[in-house]
């Protein structure tokens, strides 16, 4: 095991110093609140009950897609970061941030700002070292660009703080962060940050990289005052989507469209592991050269979650299945209507939407609040079907 590191003043978030100390938020009591969520939370803990399956299709999973192997991509620095976070830590914090590599706590992740099934270690209990060096295995785990997103959707969870003077419920600090297996360059391990907008899942095999379920997001997008101020997120995702649709054709845009009214969340969000989606909307095969180029560069975007080498792999895997990848849209179509579409594959499933305010009051939808949504269909979320073959080759 690594020492624990001296933190490097340039690299330390200064923001820290902007928020002041705070206590991370008890879990909620379930009986104090509304009717509808308690149907919701019971509703959610009852998916729990069925075996992972993941996002499929028609409800059976469509084998032969994922296959353990030697990418030659490093996984290292995620080792390292791992490692020297897990030895800054005390006893009691150690056996609350570890979990087996299988635990089905990993599966209780959620977009709600409500300490509601939290687990790990919050950034709020962390020393200003020890916060540090979790932004460490964050920022190994993902590229740059996302690091940055996740980061800033932080920020602007403070900012969602000082807009509804509830410190107690939306700040900075308030994620958690989880370590499952030991981190290890052969044996299977990995590691979830957990909050309001800003949930990601990293597996590792090897230096085999799987990042999903990963959810980014905001209300508002941007930051228009506040110590954030300029802050903002999912402007490109938001604009490059948008751009595509307009690439296409009346006709094309007709099929791409599967329905004009916007669902309040995303298909595939927190405890929808084994929800079934049709590959509804516009195949890649009815697109021009031209237009299927601009898909990918947008595929490209999400991808672009994982770091350096492991986006480059990440992109080809979908490239590998692009003819069979559809293109959908809900709601309307012009410069100013929230929004909701999908790029879908037997390997990728991405959803960006629009909702309506939250937090803040409730204009309809709109544009100040979106998500952006990851996951990898047919069992390998988690990297449950590399975890899954790896331990079928153990005891074949």
């Known amino acids: 095991m690594l020492e624990c590191a001296t933190a490097d003043p340039a690299m330390t978030d200064v923001s820290v110093s902007n928020i002041g100390r705070r206590r991370a938020p008890p879990r909620i ?151 499952f297996g030991e981190p290890s360059a052969d044996q299977p391990w990995g590691w979830q940050f957990d909050g309001h907008h800003c949930n990601i899942n990293c597996f ?49 845009r007709a099929k791409a469209v599967i329905g004009m009214n916007l669902p309040f969340d995303g298909y595939a969000s927190g405890f929808k592991d084994n929800i079934v989606v049709p590959y509804d909307g516009l195949p890649v095969t009815a697109m021009t050269p031209a237009q299927r180029n601009q898909l990918i560069e947008l595929v490209a975007l999400y991808t672009d979650r994982l770091p350096g080498e492991h986006a480059r792999l990440r992109l080809a895997e979908v490239r590998q299945h692009f003819d069979q990848t559809v293109f959908a849209w809900i709601g309307d179509f012009d410069p100013v209507s929230p929004f909701y579409y999908r790029i879908y594959s037997p390997v990728i499933f991405v959803e960006f939407y629009h909702q309506p305010g939250v937090a803040l009051p409730n204009t309809g939808y709109n544009r100040r609040h979106a998500h952006a949504l990851v996951r990898t269909p047919n069992g390998n979320d988690y990297g449950r079907e590399l975890l899954r073959q790896y331990r079928a080759s153990l005891t074949g």
């Open 204 to 252: 590792l095999l090897g230096d085999q990289m799987v990042l999903s379920p990963v959810l980014l997001g905001s209300e508002p997008v941007t930051a228009e005052s506040g110590i954030y101020e300029g802050t903002t997120v999912l402007r490109e995702e938001e604009a490059e989507g948008w751009a595509f649709m307009n690439a296409l054709t009346p006709k094309q």
């Open 29 to 179: 009591d379930e009986t104090k609140v509304s009717q509808a969520l308690q149907d919701l939370f019971a509703g959610w803990r009852q998916s729990l009950d069925e075996p992972f399956k993941g996002v499929t299709a028609a409800g059976e999973i469509e084998r032969g897609l994922f296959q353990p192997r030697n990418t030659g991509a490093s996984v290292q620095p995620m080792i390292d970061a791992a490692q020297v976070f897990l030895s800054s830590l005390d006893p009691v914090q150690r056996k609350a941030i570890c979990f087996d590599i299988d635990d089905e706590v990993w599966r209780t992740w959620s977009n709600i700002h409500r300490n509601l099934m939290r687990h790990g270690l919050c950034l709020a209990e962390l020393s200003e070292l020890q916060r540090k060096l979790a932004y460490d295995v964050l920022r190994a785990g993902v590229g740059a660009r996302s690091y940055e997103t996740a980061r800033n959707a932080m920020r602007l969870n403070e900012h969602l703080a000082e807009l509804t003077k509830l410190p107690e419920e939306f700040g900075e600090l308030y994620y958690w962060i989880s370590i």
